[in-house]
């Protein structure tokens, strides 16, 4: 499984970049859908961090991973 996709099913949170990489957008993008709102973010500690349960949710990818 990718490093980035096991982030997301195994992290609460995961940046921005992160994000960005499993979206298939760059960075400018990904922090432009930050700030309007389009991609949901925390403040933690005076970084932006992406709630994995919410991107998982904007993807349509279940909670877990499917077992293989």
Not at 21 to 46: F, H, Q
Request: cysteine-free; aromatic content about 2%.
């Amino acid at each position: 499984m990718n490093p980035d996709v096991q982030k997301l099913f195994s992290q609460p949170t995961v940046d921005l970049l992160t994000a960005a990489r499993i979206l298939n957008v760059g960075k400018d993008a990904a922090y432009r859908a930050a700030k309007d709102g389009s991609l949901p973010t925390i403040k933690v500690g005076g970084r932006s961090k992406v709630p994995s349960a919410k991107l998982r949710e904007m993807l349509g990818l279940p909670a877990q991973p499917l077992a293989a």
